[in-house]
C-alpha cells in the first residue's frame, strides 16, 4: 500500500479540546485566526467557537460565517427563529471579545435556469474559498457543524489543495472541528432531494467520463433513513460490486445491527449482497475511516490491475466525522474515485421536537481534526 498522507495523524476530543486550545494558542505565541463556521438551525452550530474562545480570549481572530440560501421553498424556513437565536448568540460570543471580527460569505445552494434546478452550492463555494485571502492567518479553524455536507467537503477540499499549491502556504494549520451527535443527526430530515445525481465538486475522480469503461465498486457509508437515497444511486451506478460500510464500534453499541435490519430488504434482498461485502469502521475515527477506504480502494486496484484497475464511487449517508475520513481518502485518490452526495433542498425537525434537541444537545462531544501544518513537519 502506498504512504498515507495522513498515516500518523492528530484527533483530538471532548475531553481533551479545552487543555488543547489554551496549549497550542496560548497567549505568548503571535497567533492569527480564521475560524469559519455555517449559519443555520442546528443547536450546535455554536458550540465549538464558545469552547475555543473561552480558551483562547486574547486571540486575533476573524470569524467567517458561511450564510447559504437553500431558497425560498426551503422547508428550512420554518426555522428561523431558531436560527435568529443562533446569530443572536454568536453577536453575543464575538463582541464579549474587543479582538474578533466577523464577516460573512454568501453562497447559493441551487440555481434555476428555466424549470430546472440546478445544485451549485458546492462550486460556489470553492470558487468563494479559492480566492479568498489566508496568507496572513497562522491558523485556520473550520466548524462543520452547521453545514451541509456538499458545502463543507467543497470548502475542506479547496483549503487543502490552496495550501498544497503554494510554496507560501505549506506551514498553516489547518483544523476541522465538529459537535458531534449521533441522536440530533437522527432526527433532522432531510426534504426535497436533488432529482441530478452527480459527484460532488473537485471530487469526480473522472469516473463519470463516458470513455472510463473500467470496473465500478460503491461504497455506501450507511446511516439512519437513507434506504430510498442509496436505492436511488445503486440504479444510477450498475456497480460491479457493492460494499457497505457501517459504524462499529459506536456509541451505541447495537447500532450497526440497527442499521442492518432497516437495510436487509435491499441489501439481502434486493441488492443480494453477501455477507463478507460489509465492512466496518469506528464511528468516531474519521482518519481510520480514511484508512480502511484507502485500503480497500487500493485493493480493489490490485485484484483488477489486468483489467488497469478499477473506479471507485463512494456515497456518504452517515455522519460528519466520517464523511471527513472519506474526504481525506478523496482528496488524496483524486483519480478513479467519485463522492456523491443527494443535497437536499432543506431540513426539517423530528416532530418538531426542539426540546429534545436542546436536551440531546447537552451530550454532543466536539471533536477537532489536525490535517495540516506544524503537526506534520518533519
Same mark, same amino acid.
Not at 449559519?39 to 467567517?64: H, T
Not at 459527484?199 to 460503491?218: A, Q, R, V
Not at 453499541?253 to 435490519?261: A, F, G, Q
Given at each position: 500500500?502506498? /504512504?498515507?498522507?495522513?498515516?500518523?495523524?492528530?484527533?483530538?476530543?471532548?475531553?481533551?479540546?479545552?487543555?488543547?486550545?489554551?496549549?497550542? $494558542?496560548?497567549?505568548?505565541?503571535?497567533?492569527?485566526?480564521?475560524?469559519?463556521?455555517?449559519?443555520?438551525?442546528?443547536?450546535?452550530?455554536?458550540?465549538?467557537?464558545?469552547? $475555543?474562545?473561552?480558551?483562547?480570549?486574547?486571540?486575533?481572530?476573524?470569524?467567517? *460565517?458561511?450564510?447559504?440560501?437553500?431558497?425560498?421553498?426551503?422547508?428550512?424556513?420554518? @426555522? %428561523?427563529?431558531?436560527?435568529?437565536?443562533?446569530?443572536?448568540?454568536?453577536?453575543?460570543?464575538?463582541?464579549?471579545?474587543?479582538?474578533?471580527?466577523?464577516?460573512?460569505?454568501?453562497?447559493?445552494?441551487?440555481?434555476? #435556469?428555466?424549470? #430546472?434546478?440546478?445544485?451549485?452550492?458546492?462550486?460556489?463555494?470553492?470558487?468563494?474559498?479559492?480566492?479568498?485571502?489566508?496568507?496572513?492567518?497562522? &491558523?485556520?479553524?473550520?466548524?462543520?457543524?452547521?453545514?451541509?455536507?456538499?458545502?463543507?467537503?467543497?470548502?475542506?477540499?479547496?483549503?487543502?489543495?490552496?495550501?498544497?499549491? &503554494?510554496?507560501? +502556504?505549506?506551514?498553516?494549520?489547518?483544523?476541522?472541528?465538529?459537535? =458531534?451527535?449521533?441522536?440530533?443527526?437522527?432526527?433532522?430530515?432531510?426534504?426535497?432531494?436533488?432529482?441530478?445525481?452527480?459527484?460532488?465538486?473537485?471530487?469526480?475522480?473522472?469516473?463519470?467520463?463516458?470513455?472510463?469503461?473500467?470496473?465500478?465498486?460503491?461504497?455506501?457509508?450507511?446511516?439512519? %433513513?437513507?434506504?430510498?437515497?442509496?436505492?436511488?444511486?445503486?440504479?444510477?451506478?450498475?456497480?460491479?460490486?457493492?460494499?457497505?460500510?457501517?459504524?462499529?464500534?459506536?456509541?451505541?453499541?447495537?447500532?450497526?445491527?440497527?442499521? +442492518?435490519?432497516?437495510?436487509? %430488504?435491499?441489501?439481502?434482498?434486493?441488492?443480494?449482497?453477501?455477507?463478507?461485502?460489509?465492512?466496518?469502521?469506528?464511528?468516531?475515527?474519521?482518519?481510520?475511516?480514511?484508512?480502511?477506504?484507502?485500503?480497500?480502494?487500493?485493493?480493489?486496484?490490485?485484484?483488477?490491475?489486468? *483489467?488497469?484497475?478499477?473506479?471507485?464511487?463512494?456515497?456518504?449517508?452517515?455522519?460528519?466525522?466520517?464523511?471527513?475520513?472519506? +474526504?481525506?481518502?478523496? @482528496?488524496?485518490?483524486?483519480?478513479?474515485?467519485?463522492?456523491?452526495?443527494?443535497?437536499?433542498?432543506?431540513?426539517?425537525? =423530528?416532530?418538531? /421536537?426542539?426540546?429534545?434537541?436542546? *436536551?440531546?444537545? #447537552?451530550?454532543? #462531544?466536539?471533536?477537532?481534526?489536525?490535517?495540516?501544518?506544524?503537526?506534520?513537519?518533519?
Amino acid at each position: 500500500m502506498n /504512504d498515507l498522507r495522513w498515516d500518523s495523524y492528530v484527533l483530538i476530543s471532548n475531553k481533551d479540546i479545552n487543555s488543547f486550545w489554551s496549549n497550542h $494558542f496560548n497567549e505568548n505565541d503571535k497567533r492569527s485566526v480564521l475560524f469559519i463556521l455555517g449559519k443555520g438551525f442546528d443547536i450546535r452550530m455554536n458550540l465549538v467557537l464558545k469552547s $475555543f474562545l473561552e480558551q483562547s480570549k486574547f486571540l486575533d481572530i476573524n470569524c467567517l *460565517l458561511v450564510e447559504y440560501n437553500e431558497g425560498a421553498e426551503s422547508p428550512s424556513h420554518k @426555522y %428561523k427563529d431558531l436560527i435568529y437565536a443562533n446569530i443572536t448568540e454568536l453577536n453575543n460570543i464575538l463582541f464579549s471579545n474587543n479582538r474578533t471580527r466577523y464577516e460573512s460569505l454568501f453562497i447559493d445552494i441551487w440555481k434555476t #435556469e428555466g424549470r #430546472e434546478k440546478r445544485r451549485i452550492g458546492d462550486r460556489d463555494i470553492s470558487e468563494k474559498i479559492f480566492n479568498y485571502d489566508i496568507t496572513n492567518y497562522s &491558523d485556520i479553524i473550520v466548524d462543520v457543524s452547521s453545514l451541509p455536507r456538499g458545502i463543507y467537503f467543497a470548502l475542506i477540499g479547496t483549503l487543502l489543495k490552496k495550501i498544497d499549491s &503554494d510554496e507560501k +502556504l505549506k506551514r498553516k494549520n489547518l483544523f476541522v472541528t465538529v459537535a =458531534e451527535n449521533i441522536e440530533i443527526d437522527k432526527r433532522i430530515d432531510e426534504e426535497g432531494i436533488d432529482e441530478r445525481i452527480k459527484c460532488i465538486h473537485g471530487f469526480g475522480g473522472g469516473i463519470e467520463k463516458e470513455s472510463n469503461k473500467k470496473p465500478l465498486i460503491f461504497l455506501p457509508v450507511l446511516g439512519e %433513513k437513507k434506504t430510498n437515497d442509496l436505492n436511488r444511486l445503486n440504479t444510477h451506478l450498475n456497480p460491479q460490486e457493492i460494499c457497505p460500510i457501517l459504524p462499529f464500534p459506536s456509541k451505541n453499541p447495537r447500532r450497526s445491527d440497527s442499521l +442492518l435490519i432497516d437495510y436487509h %430488504k435491499i441489501l439481502f434482498d434486493e441488492l443480494r449482497i453477501e455477507s463478507q461485502n460489509i465492512m466496518y469502521v469506528p464511528e468516531q475515527n474519521p482518519f481510520e475511516m480514511y484508512r480502511i477506504l484507502s485500503s480497500t480502494i487500493n485493493n480493489y486496484n490490485n485484484s483488477l490491475a489486468v *483489467l488497469s484497475g478499477c473506479n471507485t464511487a463512494v456515497a456518504v449517508f452517515s455522519s460528519k466525522l466520517l464523511t471527513i475520513g472519506v +474526504l481525506l481518502a478523496a @482528496y488524496e485518490k483524486e483519480e478513479g474515485l467519485g463522492v456523491y452526495n443527494l443535497e437536499a433542498q432543506g431540513y426539517s425537525i =423530528e416532530n418538531e /421536537d426542539i426540546e429534545l434537541l436542546e *436536551l440531546l444537545n #447537552e451530550n454532543s #462531544e466536539i471533536f477537532l481534526m489536525w490535517l495540516n501544518g506544524e503537526a506534520y513537519e518533519k
